[in-house]
Nanobody, 123 residues
Framework: QVQLVESGGGLVQTGGSLKLSCAAS????????LGWFRQAPGKEREFVAS?????DYADSVKGRFTISRDYAKNMVYLQMNSLKPEDTAVYYC???????????????????WGQGTQVTVSS
């Protein structure tokens, strides 16, 4: 059974930092592309970052967010720095079978989703 479990969300002030974690189980972690999406109230779910054959970032987070993975622990992380109120959203971990370049740019590419974790940035 595939499970993606996110943690690390919370409330932070503008300019602060948070680190999200996603624990993956029931998947072939080493040959997969993982990433993060987010969804703000009243908006569509959007791509944030992915890690597969490369690391890929949405323009809105480039230079502020860093995605990484730990193969030994089957974990993927999202370090978020210089947070802005517009980063407020529910953040979802995403999994796609196979290693790809820029492999999670589109929602239909995602094979599995986590349950989401709330990130709130106060102004």
């Amino acid at each position: 059974q595939v499970q993606l479990v996110e943690s690390g969300g919370g409330l932070v002030q503008t300019g602060g930092s948070l680190k999200l974690s996603c624990a993956a189980s029931g998947v072939t972690f080493s040959s997969s592309t993982l990433g993060w999406f987010r969804q703000a109230p009243g908006k569509e779910r959007e791509f944030v970052a992915s890690i597969g054959r490369n690391t890929d970032y949405a323009d809105s987070v480039k230079g502020r967010f860093t995605i990484s993975r730990d193969y030994a622990k089957n974990m993927v992380y999202l370090q978020m720095n210089s947070l802005k109120p517009e980063d407020t959203a529910v953040y979802y971990c995403a999994f796609r079978r196979g290693l790809f370049f820029n492999g999670l740019r589109n929602l239909p590419n995602v094979d599995y989703w986590g349950q989401g974790t709330q990130v709130t940035v106060s102004s």
